[in-house]
């Protein structure tokens, strides 16, 4: 899958991220990833289930979640662990 | 799969809910399903991460990772929805 098709999810509101993935869709994309690392990870949560059971209803459907752990840097420059999560989601 | 396999995420520290998964699984349990809502689900998977990489190493897998969207009762008496995760993890 190309990465153009990957949204990532940071601090912006739920709407903005469901919108970037409509576009995307809209640009003929068959299917797209939500990425997210640490808290951002219940917000791809709410993007994916905002976007199938609401903006996309029988548009799209989940075929994939993975969960991980990344390595970061800090800002004092020591590596640490965060949880990352990729929810799949495809055209019908 | 028996309720009593399930743990429920909320707001205490990761080791917390690791180590009640580490007791259910020595007190004979097959699988746990971790459960969260909002945004104790990046807690959850921190958990998942955690248990099958550090302290149950080789030792669990994930099995299921499910989404949902579940609707609560406010304090104002108002119904709203929000965003859950399962997370089942089995020995291997």
Redesign the interface.
Known sequence: MSEDNTVFIGNKPVTAYVMACVTQFNRNADSIVLKAR?????RA??V??VLR?RFMKDLVE?TD?????EQIETREGNLT?V?A?E?TITKT
């Open positions: 640490g808290r951002a990870i219940s949560v709410d994916a289930e059971h989940l979640i993975k969960i991980a752990t662990n949880s999560i929810i």
